[in-house]
């Protein structure tokens, strides 16, 4: 699926590849054209932050990313008053420095962050699209130029980490999942260098061990894991060891679930 790349972006830009799994690039223009806030959905490392990435090369944007942690709060987005020699100067947060400069607001794992964020980005996230910010007395309009999207994963939502339906109302959705075989196969290959005959058993073994995921596993392995497994091949190693490494070990710490998922590798590798 293509559409033109803006007027912004020259033949000089480096655009990150990213391979669509349906409409979602032409969601993400219109998105941006009319000014709607998109929040992505979906298992941590199957793509929204390279689909991010690669539609602000592709329009032309730029971009700040924020990963977001059980620590983050308002002001780590909006800013603070920091002591610079002897005097207290307002440093802009990078939501602030977006809203101010235009371009695309990423922030990832939007659940992860202390509860005040939804009140500085409620505001944003309607038709007013303003940024108030109490400590310096300004309200910063949001120009054309700006957009916010956020990314969570439903997986690890809790009663505690959930988001709200009153935030979750104010963006458009689009729900990302691993993606078919044949198009996983060919992001392995492009990624690592590993010829595509050579990724499709591990594509294979990925597929049999996200569907332990909920028994033996909280999470199945990631497009991410997969890209490090066949990079480890493609460098020599063993493929079992290197299967070993990336594919098993970061999901489990349990030595009995750790034997069982070697032995489906042997199986299908
Ligand atoms: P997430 O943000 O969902 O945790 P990432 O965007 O970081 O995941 O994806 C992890 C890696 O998987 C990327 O760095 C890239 O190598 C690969 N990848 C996943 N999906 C795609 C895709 N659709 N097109 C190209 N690469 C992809």
């Known amino acids: 699926m293509t559409f033109p790349l803006s007027p912004n972006v020259t033949s ?3 655009v990150p590849h990213y391979i669509a799994a349906g409409n979602e690039c032409e969601l993400f223009e219109v998105a941006w054209t009319r000014k ?4 992505l959905k979906g298992p941590t490392g199957c793509g929204k932050t390279r689909f991010v990435s690669h539609m602000a090369a592709r329009l032309g944007l730029p971009l700040s990313t924020v990963s977001c942690h059980d620590d983050l709060a308002a002001a780590d987005l909006t800013g603070r008053y920091l002591l610079k020699g002897g005097d207290t100067v307002w ?10 400069n235009g371009g695309i607001c990423y922030l990832d794992e939007i659940v992860e962050a202390r509860k005040d964020v939804a009140v500085v980005l409620h505001p944003l996230t309607d038709d007013r699209r303003i940024l108030p910010l109490e400590r310096t007395g300004e309200t910063l309009q949001a120009p054309p130029e700006f957009m916010l999207v956020v990314s969570y994963n439903p997986g690890y939502q809790s009663i505690l980490k959930a988001l709200k339906p009153s935030t979750k109302q104010r963006f458009i959705a689009i729900e990302f999942d691993f993606l078919p075989k044949d198009q996983e ?3 392995v290959a492009a990624e690592s260098g590993l010829e595509p005959r050579h990724v499709a058993p591990l594509v294979n073994l990925a597929h049999r061990l996200r569907a332990m995921k909920g028994h033996d596993l909280e999470e199945g392995v990631s497009t991410r894991l997969m890209v490090y497994c066949a990079t480890l091949i493609g460098s020599g190693l063993n493929p079992q060891d290197a299967i070993a490494a990336a594919m098993i070990e970061p999901l489990t710490d349990d030595p009995d679930v750790r034997q069982a998922l070697c032995e489906v590798a042997k199986a299908v590798y």
């Open 36 to 39: 709607l806030p998109l929040l």
């Open 91 to 100: 440093i802009d947060g990078p939501l602030t420095r977006a809203v101010r």
């Open 12 to 14: 000089q830009t480096l």
């Open 185 to 187: 196969i060919a992001i």
